[in-house]
C-alpha cells in the first residue's frame, strides 16, 4: 500500500529530503557515542555532497553541523565538530527596527515632499527655487490625483504648499498653471473570454 506524504510526519529541513531525514533518525537509535559521531560525520558529508554550491559558501561546515542538529531536534548526542547553534537562539525574533515616528501632516504626499519643501526654504530666493517650487507643485498634483480620481484643483495645491511652508512659498492662481495629469487605465490582457 503507497504511503503517501501527507500521512508522514512533516520534515524540519525539507530541502534535505526523506533520505537524510531517516538517515537522521537512525542516528539518533546508534547507542554507541563513537558510532553515533561517525554516523553523524557520513550525514554531513552526503548533506554536503547533495549540496555542491553550498561548499562554495566561506561558512559552510558551521551551516551543515546547525543543520543536522537541527533536523535531529537538538537530541543528538556527538562531538560535534564546531559550536552549533542552540535551539533557544533559533527561535528568536529579531531586535525592532528603530523608524523614526514623525508626524506626517498630509499622508497622501508622504514624507519626501515635506522634505523637497524644506530643502527649497534653504535655497535663497529666485528662479531656481521658484523652479523647484513649480516642480514640487506638479509632483503634489501628480499625488494628489492617484487618491483622488475625481480630479485635483490648483488651487488645493497652492494652498497645501503655502501651509507645508510656513507661507514662505506662495504659487499664484492666476500667474502659475499646473500640469493636467491624466489617468490611463491599465492595457488589457488581450485575451477574449470565451462565449457559452
Known amino acids: 500500500m503507497l504511503t503517501y506524504n501527507t500521512r508522514r510526519p512533516r520534515l524540519i529541513l525539507p530541502e534535505y529530503g526523506r533520505g537524510i531525514q531517516r538517515m537522521i ?3 539518533l537509535t546508534i547507542e554507541d557515542r563513537e ?13 554536503g555532497k547533495l549540496f555542491p554550491k553550498i561548499r562554495e559558501q566561506e561558512n559552510y561546515k558551521q551551516k551543515l553541523w546547525d543543520h543536522l542538529a537541527i533536523m535531529s531536534g537538538f537530541k543528538l548526542d556527538i562531538d560535534y565538530p564546531v559550536e552549533v547553534v542552540n535551539a533557544e537562539h533559533l527561535s528568536t525574533a529579531p531586535d525592532r527596527v528603530p523608524y523614526a515616528g514623525r508626524h506626517i501632516r498630509y499622508r497622501h ?3 519626501d515632499v515635506e522634505l523637497m519643501i524644506s530643502k527649497a526654504l534653504e535655497m535663497p530666493e529666485g528662479p531656481e527655487r ?3 517650487s513649480l ?10 490625483l492617484a487618491v483622488s480620481k475625481d480630479g ?6 497652492f494652498k ?13 492662481p492666476a500667474a502659475v498653471r499646473l500640469h493636467d495629469f491624466k489617468i490611463i487605465a ?3 490582457s488581450g485575451k477574449k473570454k470565451k462565449k457559452k
Not at 504648499?161 to 507661507?167: F, I, M, R, V
Open 25 to 27: 533518525d537512525h542516528c
Open 35 to 47: 558510532e553515533r559521531t561517525r554516523c553523524a560525520y557520513t550525514i554531513v558529508a552526503t548533506m
Open 109 to 111: 504626499y508622504g514624507k
Open 130 to 132: 521658484d523652479e523647484l
Open 135 to 144: 516642480l514640487i507643485a506638479n509632483h503634489m498634483k501628480k499625488l494628489l
Open 152 to 157: 485635483v484643483d490648483d488651487a488645493k495645491i
Open 160 to 172: 497645501d504648499l503655502a501651509e507645508y511652508s510656513h507661507g514662505m512659498i506662495r504659487l499664484d
Open 186 to 188: 491599465p492595457p488589457s
